[in-house]
């Protein structure tokens, strides 16, 4: 994969992560009943989607200088949250987790989403525009990393550090699952594209030879059609 190619996909993938994260923190937001807590998810939730237009517009300048065709393959659309698992077709976490179960994936998610960062600031130059705007929202991450674990603290003190490292490492490899899922669709997508074209190609070469006339209806009796006739 080329330089460019693969920092579109940078970007693209992570664009899609942030935006899910907002999708997923409005989701808890409108089921939570103690309006102390939905103010957090609330407040959480417009940092991720600031995340997400952020990375957007990162994609979008690359986009930009990219040919139409490589370009083409990043155009986001909504479902696609869903096809590459960033969201689950069962239903948003709040709603398919325990609140134990889906405050430590937070917990997790938020330390792994900054780790991950650090990458892309290398990539775009810490003194940058765009290495100074990922070092905020690495700033971010951290904060919402440190409110889950205040919560955590809070309601669930008894949970040791190395549960909570089981949890890390299960989102971890999850995380390494949906990749390689996303590797699997892109391969199966270079293999059958010729197939499906080829096909397309053969059912034109037919559909040229075929002697149309023989479809016209206009004149002719129906009732007197064979039962066994395509008309
Ligand atoms: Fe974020
Ligand atoms: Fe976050």
């Not at 103690?34 to 986009?63: C, I, T, V, W």
């Not at 960033?86 to 179960?101: A, P, R």
């Not at 699952?177 to 669709?185: C, E, H, T």
Request: charged share 25%; aromatic share 12%.
């Amino acid at each position: 994969m080329k330089k460019s190619q693969s920092e579109l996909t940078v970007f693209y993938e992570t664009a899609h992560a942030e935006l899910a994260s907002a999708l997923e923190m409005l989701a808890a937001c409108k089921v939570t009943e103690s309006p102390k807590q939905a103010y957090g998810y609330f407040m959480h939730a417009k940092d991720e989607y600031n995340h997400a237009r952020s990375f957007f517009e990162m994609l979008s300048k690359r986009g930009k200088r990219a040919s139409i065709e490589i370009a083409r393959d990043f155009r986001f659309t909504p479902p696609s949250l869903i096809t590459k698992g960033y969201i689950s077709k069962k239903g948003f976490l709040i709603d398919t987790m325990k609140l134990k179960d889906f405050i430590a994936f937070v917990y997790t998610n938020e330390l792994l989403a900054k780790s991950s960062f650090e990458n892309i600031l290398i990539l775009v130059g810490h003194s940058t525009e765009e290495g100074r705007r990922i070092t905020s929202i690495m700033a971010d991450e951290l904060r919402h990393h440190g409110m889950a674990k205040k919560f955590f603290l809070n309601h669930y003190s008894a949970l040791q550090p190395w549960q909570l490292l089981i949890y890390r490492t299960k989102e971890t490899m999850h995380n390494k699952g949906r990749k390689i899922y996303d590797a699997n669709l892109k391969f199966l997508d270079r293999l059958l594209t010729p197939l499906y074209r080829a096909l397309a190609y053969l059912a034109g070469t037919i559909a040229i030879k075929l002697n149309l006339n023989e479809f016209k209806r206009e004149g002719k009796n129906l009732m007197n059609i064979s039962s066994q006739s395509i008309l």
